[in-house]
């Protein structure tokens, strides 16, 4: 996990350095405190695929609806380790997710990772 934060840094310095050539960080997930994208809201600036991202407060067990950028998927994770501790997940499409109550996953979220769908 280390190693995919210092990727995620690294590729955020050169794309706000004077480097062209870097792939620039978009916009890839918004968390919601809240159903209907409503409340407190945190997006995730960066390139598919993310590497295992833990959310930081207050969206840590406190996410209720996301938003996802066209061509993107992300997982949402109820354990920080993305899969490789015992846990409970969902997948998401691109597009918005206003309840997640209805997916069983209303305020369980602590890590997350998106790919290229
Ligand atoms: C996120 O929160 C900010 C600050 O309250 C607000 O201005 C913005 O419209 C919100 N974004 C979305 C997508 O709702
Ligand atoms: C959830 O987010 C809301 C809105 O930011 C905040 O008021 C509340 O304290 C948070 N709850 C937890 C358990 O972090
Ligand atoms: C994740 O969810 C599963 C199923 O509800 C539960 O058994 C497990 O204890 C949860 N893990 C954590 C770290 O909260
Ligand atoms: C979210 O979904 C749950 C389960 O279907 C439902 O009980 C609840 O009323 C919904 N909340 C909102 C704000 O739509």
Redesign the pocket.
């Known amino acids: 996990m280390a190693r995919f934060g210092a990727l995620f840094c690294a590729i955020v310095a050169a794309a706000t350095s004077a480097s062209a050539a870097a792939v620039p960080a978009k916009p890839l997930i918004t968390f919601f405190t809240g159903?209907?994208f409503s409340g407190q809201n945190f997006t995730f600036l960066g390139t598919v695929a993310t590497g295992c991202i833990p959310l930081s407060p207050p969206f840590v067990k406190n996410v209720s609806s996301v938003e996802i950028a066209a061509g993107v998927g992300c997982t949402l994770w109820n354990e920080t380790r993305c899969g490789l501790a015992l846990g409970n997940s969902v997948s998401l499409p691109s597009g918005g997710t206003?309840?997640l109550?209805?997916q069983d996953f209303?305020d369980q979220a602590v890590a997350f990772q998106c790919l290229s769908s």
């Open positions: 159903t209907d206003p309840n109550t209805v209303n």
